[in-house]
């Protein structure tokens, strides 16, 4: 099963996606942890990511999808994967070609979010600022609600309460998969 997690920084997505990996035994893959760990190499893309990150806007969507789509060329997600933050505008998902099955959006209020985000203790996350926050919630809003609409007329968008707890929210994503029970 090839899914997409999509929701605001601070939705849960990373919690969800490693319960469904376990339960589905997919692995869970989120574009946050890749962009982060290429920042930290002494590259020119890895000094491109880390400023583009640090200042809370996305990385640009050909550089997105060249890097998406050769880490989902590797032989570990042959047999499907859980893929976090991507994609996150309607120019990526139309390129993304790659049999996706559910997407599955993690609805959570602006306002949770950022409180969420406020209370997460996380100290090697430097791209998590309240300016940078502030900056992904808007750009969230602005450039990956119109992803949405896209999954959602293609009939693929699940939608859930991220705002529930944890078990309540990992069983609607189950259930909108078609995994529950």
Known sequence: ????????QGAGK?????????????????TGHIFRELAREKTSLGRY??????????????????????????????????LDGFPRTIAQAEAFKN???????????????????????????QDETLTAIRKRIEQFNLLTKPVLDYYRKIGK??????????????????EGIGKGG
């Open 1 to 8: 099963m090839k899914l997409i997690l999509i929701g605001i």
């Open 14 to 30: 990373s919690t969800q996606g490693n319960l469904l990996s376990e339960k589905l035994g997919i692995p869970y893959l989120s």
């Open 49 to 82: 990511i880390k400023e583009v990150m640090n200042a809370g806007y996305l990385i640009s969507d050909e550089k997105t999808l060249q890097i998406v789509t050769e880490y989902l060329h590797r032989p570990e997600y042959e047999n499907g994967y859980i």
């Open 99 to 125: 049999g996706i099955d559910k997407v599955v959006y993690l609805k959570v209020s602006d306002r949770e979010a950022l409180w969420r985000l406020s209370y997460r203790d996380d100290n090697n996350r």
């Open 157 to 174: 968008l699940v939608e859930v309460n991220g705002e529930s707890s944890i078990e309540e929210v990992f069983q609607s994503i189950l």
